[in-house]
């Protein structure tokens, strides 16, 4: 069934001011429905293409008997050796088809069972054309090891547990959050002791601690095994495999199971803008050629990254990403995707010393790749079909437009973007910028400057700036304070109480002003004390930051709790309300003098004093329902590290009279310095 075509008006309902760039989407597009329509031809479609892990890698058949395919079509011979084998390279050579695919068959045992042992080492051995042999990891593995006192080169295994052994998934997928409260983890940093931590530690400590918080979504970073700790998961070496350093695969589908079972949706964060330069034990030189997976010479090296970029127009290698997001889904179960680096896929120059002003010249024409578009478009349109409550996010910084529309209407097909924008703003505030110089109304911009139509994900602080050589939004405001002044047993100094102050505030007016999802990294929530750095050479292989002080917001003497317990309030409160799933907010007051800012969204009101002295008693705010409204939540009570100067039982009633462009107004609303108020509809 052929794909439809696009045409100028579905665009131009869009985003009408795409109009001089019509040619160029609807040229993308007929890539794309190119694309499409040859693997309905020629590979029966998404369903069939999607699912290459099931044909290529090791597969055990009902039989016992064991096939093993692996495209590498520049050797000119294959072999499969391992321990099932004592590591022969004769005895069980691969034959090759017409595509460069070889494969053989490992037939069962004579009393029926498969001939290679679960949990054992095997290679793929090849001769290249020159007669040099190469020994490589099976690109589609999806079990690796590594073990450093031997070696830092990860070892394949073959994974077939016993049936008993398996992990039998006992809940449904929950259903798609009308709003996504994300928290982004570890596994490896979420356990307070100086080691990596565990997906079973995860299940047991962790998942009660974020459903506790509030959080609907969890999104898992560093998952997709990779060669080097420190990289945080983003120098991939084997797609297939779940990071062994957090326990087995197994171990894996409990968790994800397990939050399931609370009603938790899981996010797979997805590496497929580049893959790491080892040889030995990833892709780079698979078959001894430098352009197999990816692109030949510097077109396929990412020069920060020191990394390699993948030819998304091949054939083969849409199978091997494509079939990599099914896998995930399929069989962990994850019910959807953070896609890292998207911005450095989409354009040539990767994002590279460009700044983007937001023109429309920037994303058409000559600097965009349009076959890391159109990937992006069929990996998009492919999850969706086949998983119509598969969730995708998007990592661009750029701002590229119909990033978050489907791919019928023109669009990338994204359901969400990340706000990137944000963090860098609240960074360059604290860094640069006196209390009482901020910017409300460039603030506010920040926070609402996102495309019609087009939902993005906002967030305080990413993980990035917990990273040694940046630091936390707490560690910005707080500093070496946090080490002294953190007990209530300790004076409630000025700098203590103006970061608890405004840490509050910035997270809940990230939360309801800036998005249509939210997103928290685990420990940011409590004003995490230290930063992140993993163990390396340079902090001689030290676990001292590579980890989280689950214990400072666990003592009921320590202030972090009052963070704590406000980020819990504001994803309840959203919980209730909606906000984030609601229309954007209509902001009816940035007042720069009072430093005051007033908004409404899902039949709530925000009132923000961000001034570092002023109080304002019988303030009047505009409101556009009219009747009595109630403190839902207040920054300033005592669990919440405030003062309790506003009473929380205060009512508010409504003046048939038009304020600040509203229909009604209310007075006598008690703003005290540096605390922010959410009044509801009684």
Request: a negative charge; glycine letters at 6%.
């Amino acid at each position: 069934m052929s794909t439809a075509s696009l045409d100028r008006k579905t665009i131009l309902d869009t985003d009408p001011w795409l109009e001089e760039n019509v040619a160029a989407i609807i040229h993308r597009h007929d890539l794309f429905r190119n694309w499409k329509n040859k693997l309905e031809e020629t590979e029966g479609g998404y369903d069939s293409f999607t699912q290459g892990y099931k044909k290529f890698g090791l597969n055990v058949l009902p039989d016992k008997s064991v096939v093993y395919r692996e495209w590498a079509p520049n050797v000119k011979e294959a072999v499969l050796t391992g321990d099932f084998n004592e590591w022969s390279r004769d005895s069980h050579p691969m034959q090759r088809n017409e595509f460069g695919v070889w494969s053989i068959t490992v037939p069962p045992t004579s009393d029926g069972k498969v001939a290679i042992p679960h949990d054992s080492k095997l290679k793929i051995s090849m001769v290249t054309p020159s007669g040099e042999r190469i020994e490589r990891l099976p690109a589609w593995i999806t079990r690796v090891t590594q073990d450093l006192s031997v070696s830092e080169v990860y070892d394949a295994r073959f994974w077939n547990p016993p049936e008993e052994e398996k992990h039998k998934f006992k809940h449904a997928k929950p259903p798609q959050p009308r709003s996504v409260r994300i928290y982004e983890a570890h596994v490896g940093i979420s356990t307070s002791e100086y080691r990596v931590g565990t997906y079973k530690e995860f299940t047991s400590y962790m998942l009660p601690r974020i459903k506790d918080l509030g959080y609907n979504t969890i999104q898992l970073m560093a998952i997709m095994e990779h060669a080097y700790y420190a990289s945080f998961g983003y120098q991939v070496t084997s797609f297939f495999a779940a990071s062994s350093r957090y326990g087995t695969p197994e171990d894996l589908k409990e968790l994800v199971d397990t939050a399931h079972g609370m009603g938790i949706t899981v996010l797979l964060d997805i590496v497929h803008s580049h893959a790491c330069n080892n040889v030995l034990d990833g892709l780079n030189q698979f078959d001894g050629t430098d352009h197999q997976y990816f692109h030949e010479g510097s077109r396929g090296r990412h020069e920060l990254w020191d990394s390699r970029l993948f030819n998304y127009g091949h054939h083969e290698v849409l199978r091997f990403l494509m079939s990599n997001l099914r896998y995930w889904i399929e069989e962990y179960q994850f019910d959807g995707f953070r896609f890292d680096g998207v911005t450095s896929m989409m354009y040539k120059h990767h994002g590279i010393g460009t700044g983007f002003s937001g023109g429309y010249n920037e994303y058409f024409g000559d600097t965009v790749d349009l076959e890391a578009l159109v990937y992006l478009m069929l990996a998009n349109d492919s999850m969706h079909e086949l998983y119509p409550q598969c969730i995708t996010i998007a990592e661009d910084v750029s701002g590229m437009p119909l990033l978050c529309i489907p791919v019928s209407k023109g669009g990338v097909g994204f359901d969400y973007r990340l706000s990137m924008a944000i963090p860098d703003m609240w960074i360059k505030l604290l860094k640069h910028k006196r209390d009482d110089e901020w910017d409300l109304s460039n603030i506010v911009h920040t926070l609402t400057n996102r495309r019609h139509g087009e939902k993005s994900i906002a967030y305080a602080e990413s993980h990035d700036q917990a990273l040694v050589g940046d630091k936390t939004l707490a560690f910005w405001l707080m500093d070496k304070e946090m080490y002294t002044n953190m007990s209530d047993l300790t004076e409630y100094t000025p700098v203590i109480a103006r970061g608890i102050a405004l840490h509050k505030m910035i997270r809940l007016l990230v939360h309801s002003l800036g998005g249509e999802g939210y997103l928290n990294f685990e420990g940011n929530e409590f004003g995490h004390p230290e930063w992140l750095d993993f163990p390396r050479e340079g902090n001689e292989n030290s676990f001292h930051y590579a980890r989280r002080q689950w214990n400072v917001v666990d003592d009921p003497l320590l202030r972090y709790r009052y963070l704590n317990e406000f980020d819990k309030a504001m994803n309840h409160l959203e919980d209730k309300y909606g906000w984030l799933a609601a229309p954007q907010a209509y902001v009816s007051l940035k007042n720069e003098v009072d430093k005051v800012i007033v908004y409404e969204r899902a039949g709530l009101v925000f009132v923000f004093n961000f001034h570092p002295t002023n109080s304002f008693l019988d303030y009047r705010i505009g409101v556009q329902e009219p009747g009595e409204y109630h403190i839902a939540l207040s920054s300033d009570e005592k669990r919440f590290g405030g003062f309790d100067n506003i009473d929380i039982n205060s009512k508010f009633f409504t003046t048939p009279m038009e304020w600040n462009n509203r229909k009604n107004w209310t007075h006598q609303v008690y703003v005290p310095s540096r605390t922010c108020i959410v009044l509801a509809k009684v």
